[in-house]
């Protein structure tokens, strides 16, 4: 399903799995995601042969398995290689827009207490203050890493834990996944609150 998970094709995955089993229209995909119709096409037609994406109706269709979905959509991901800026620290959180994504994000959603780091997406446009170092992710260089976002639409579904803004719960549970090492332990209690596959016993 590699043509599912294409950088445009993601943003079609997250909008069925943050309105799973809920019939929607092509023309509902198309004006949140600002794809194609033709890609949109593409992608629904490909779920369902893949049997996770059911038509109820001749022109409605609605996401019937989110979690096998989920899982394919793990492997796609490599939130380590990304690029990201490291600050010295969070406070550079208030002056740009953001949504926190792995130990942060898992933080705030479930209450992982284990790190201190603080991770967040901003904007693609992103430009790092100096004496910001550059690097990968994986590398965490400082406690505070901002990553520029690949698509705006990441932030699509963010919500609100107190006075912070996290990305949508099935996109934090795939980065996490994706890091793997202590985010794993971040991702069992993001999975338990959820209701998201387990990867202890392989889901």
Not at 112 to 124: F, K, Q
């Amino acid at each position: 399903m590699a043509g599912v998970f294409s950088p445009k094709s993601c943003r079609i995955v997250s909008y069925l799995l943050l309105h799973a089993k809920t019939a929607v229209n092509q023309k509902q995909i198309v004006e949140a995601t600002g794809v194609s119709k033709g890609l949109a096409s593409k992608v629904v037609s490909e779920l369902v042969q893949k049997g996770l994406v059911k038509r109820p109706y001749r022109t409605r269709f609605s996401l019937e398995y989110p979690e096998k979905l989920l899982l394919d959509w793990i492997g796609r991901r490599d939130i380590g290689a990304k690029k990201a800026f490291f600050a010295k620290d969070a406070s550079i959180l208030k002056k740009v827009g953001h949504a926190h994504t792995i130990f942060s994000g898992a933080l705030l959603d479930a209450g992982y207490l284990e790190s201190g780091i603080t991770t967040a997406y901003v904007p693609s446009d992103f430009r790092p203050a100096e004496g910001m170092a550059e690097g990968r992710l994986d590398s965490l260089k400082t406690k505070t890493a901002l990553i520029p976002a690949e698509d705006e639409f990441v932030f699509y579904g963010k919500k609100r834990v107190g006075t912070e803004v996290v990305v949508n719960p099935f996109l934090l549970y795939v980065d996490l996944a994706s890091f793997g090492g202590m985010a794993l332990t971040a991702l069992e209690r993001v999975a338990q609150k959820h209701g998201f596959p387990s990867l202890k016993s392989g889901g």
